[in-house]
C-alpha cells in the first residue's frame, strides 16, 4: 500500500460563502483496496480550538479538506481521541440543513 503525509486543512462552512474554522491537520492518507484511509491529528491546537473543532464536528461532521494548492473535497470527520480524527468521503448532497439549540441560562 503506498501513503503520503501531508499538512493541510479542514474548513467548517456554515453556508457557501461563510467559513466559520479552518483548522490546520497533519494527515497520513493510505491507499486501500477500496479507494483510500486517511488518518489525521489537528496541528497545534490548544483546548478552546480542541472544544471548537469538537462542536463543529457535533453539528455537522462535514468539513471541506483544502490541501496547499488549493484543492478541496469535501469529507467526513470521525472524531478520535484527544487531537486524532479520521476522514471519509463525503458524498451527500451538496447541501444539507443543520438544526442545533443552544439553550442559555
Not at 27 to 46: C, F, N, P
Amino acid at each position: 500500500m503506498n501513503h503520503f503525509e501531508t499538512c493541510c486543512h479542514l474548513d467548517w462552512w456554515a453556508n457557501p460563502i461563510t467559513c466559520l474554522a479552518s483548522v490546520a491537520v497533519s494527515l497520513v492518507v493510505t491507499t486501500t483496496e477500496s479507494g483510500w484511509a486517511a488518518e489525521g491529528r489537528l496541528l497545534g491546537a490548544d483546548d478552546e480550538e480542541r472544544e471548537g473543532f469538537g462542536l463543529l464536528c457535533d453539528l455537522d461532521p462535514v468539513f471541506t479538506l483544502r490541501f496547499g494548492d488549493d484543492s478541496e473535497f469535501a469529507v467526513t470527520v470521525h472524531r478520535g481521541s484527544g487531537d486524532d480524527f479520521t476522514l471519509t468521503e463525503y458524498v451527500g448532497p451538496a447541501t444539507r440543513e443543520i438544526n442545533h439549540e443552544i439553550e442559555v441560562r
